[in-house]
């Protein structure tokens, strides 16, 4: 019932830039946190950023001073700014987001938690 899609991922040089996007819809009430988790060959999937609907984040120690997530709640779209790439980031990132689903009035409400479909980034020279 809610659907991630980001963009913005690419091939890009050591110390480049990129933006990843993600934007939700469906029939959402609410979008309590949203985040970009990322997962390397070989690796587990691992926490890259979060940010609730307050504007608090959490960043992972490897990225924090070069990765700035942001969140444009009329939108319901998230960016992540990776700034300094380095090789080691080289990995599928996902969108998540959690929240509540939209109900008719009387209806219970109930949460749902959604992720995108991933988006490669790649930093190599």
């Known amino acids: 019932q809610v659907q991630l899609v980001e963009s913005g991922g690419g091939l890009v040089q050591p110390g480049g830039s990129l933006r990843l996007s993600c934007a939700a819809s469906?029939?959402?009430?609410?979008?309590?946190?949203m985040g970009w988790y990322r997962q390397a060959p070989g690796k587990e999937r691992e926490l890259v950023a979060a940010?609730?609907?307050?504007?608090?984040?959490n960043y992972a120690d490897s990225v924090k001073g070069r990765f700035t997530i942001s969140r444009d709640n009329a939108k319901n779209t998230v960016y992540l700014q990776m700034n300094s790439l380095k090789p080691e980031d080289t990995a599928v990132y996902y969108c998540n987001a959690e929240g509540v689903v939209a109900a008719p009035i009387g209806s219970v409400r109930v949460p749902f938690g959604s992720w995108g479909q991933g988006t490669q980034v790649t930093v190599s020279s």
């Open positions: 469906g029939s959402i009430f609410s979008i309590n946190a």
């Open positions: 940010i609730t609907s307050g504007g608090s984040t």
